[in-house]
DNA sequence: TCAATAGTGTCTATTAGACACTATTCC
DNA sequence: GGAATAGTGTCTAATAGACACTATTGA
């Protein structure tokens, strides 16, 4: 009780005119040799017709990390769990939301191709439909989704040298040429395949596994691979 | 008082939906061969009489971006301008702050050392007095903020690597010495000299000035050096 | 002179880039 | 066999690591 007799006592309600605060989240994924991002269609105004990311404001009586917040939304959008979600930065610019000052947290999710088959895609209550859209060609955005979006991109193109993140938007077993694929897309250009295969191979764990992956056409049928995760703290 | 009764008793957190947000600067510079941080004392609870990283709270009412915030909290708390500001990462734990729903955009600055002679530290009004701090040997800190200053160095020791930080926290004219000398606390170990100078002459443009640094005691007076800045978009 | 710091040359080891060769499948 | 994809070997170029040598100063 002395505890909560120090707090009130330095109570002050100008501390209280907060800004509000959402988590959108940008969810990834790999569809037609392209990467993806998940948009909505907003309901409402401001930007009413406008695609932007899918987000809410924080729930301060809901007792969840922005992280879970972000898994939540993830969840609420695309029904999917387990998967990979990232903190990417927050914005707050004064005039970002012509209503009043709002603070977003974005984060990213990386979803693995083959989920996208048994995905129904809803949009949220504010929401009409929530489509794929190339991160290189995108439509007007709602609020400073474009530069999150830009941001975004360079955090992959960063990341994905130096962490596992391409092996987050495949599934559990996969091929060499799908992995490469991965590269790829998010680096942009082509990569020599034993080039590829000998830095992946000093870089992390891949268990061959003793099954082919049935192609479609001609060609050898391709080693299937899991990625033995390795704990390096 | 009596003012102040009344705002207590009509105080309900219930009525507030959104969470508080803060801005908290980690100001780093080089002190005696270590990267420091500037922490305050705190003297009200919560955690009172204990260190933590300055900030404070977003006020929507001054129209700034998170960033401008930033940098005039480290100017309020050291007096300076045209330092190098970046955005760590956000923090939203529901329970990281005890008395209510606090949100923190984590910033850091780079201070260069030739700047600190001057400098007059004030604490804020809710801080006793501001010191520095090694990194490696930090006090018991407030909040989560060891976690932010934790961070922060795995931030440091990745940027260091492939952006020009390092600079930052040098004075306008340095030496091949004092540069290495900067990369070899951030990342925590000694380089060889001859291939430390190949590697980031072939990263950077340094001019070298027509001026040596008069040493004192023996040893050949070293020359000075200036960061040539190219815009790399 | 020596100790101390600065600046450079160069040999070797490692890693990255290019490219060709073999392997397996479908038609 | 030929087209298509998969898997491998190896030469070369570029980069990183190690270390020794020279240069310039103060005591």
Redesign the interface.
Known sequence: ME?LK??????N?????????TVDIAILSIIENDLKVLLIKRKYPPFRGYRAIPGG?????R????KETALRELMEETNLKDIYVE?L???????RDPR??V?T?AYFALVPYNLLKKLNIKAGDDAEDAQWFSLKKLPCLAFDHKKILKDLCIRLEGKVNYTDIAFKLLPKKFTWSQLQKVYEIILGRSLLRANFRRKIKSMYVLKELKEFKKQKGAGRPPLLLKYIKINTL
Chains 1, 2 share one sequence.
Do not use: A, C, H, W
């Open positions: 505890k120090d707090d009130l006592s330095n109570y309600p100008k501390d209280y005119d907060s800004p509000s605060v404001f924080v729930d301060i009586y007792n969840e990390t922005l903190q930065k927050t914005y707050g610019d004064p005039n009043k000052r603070i947290v």
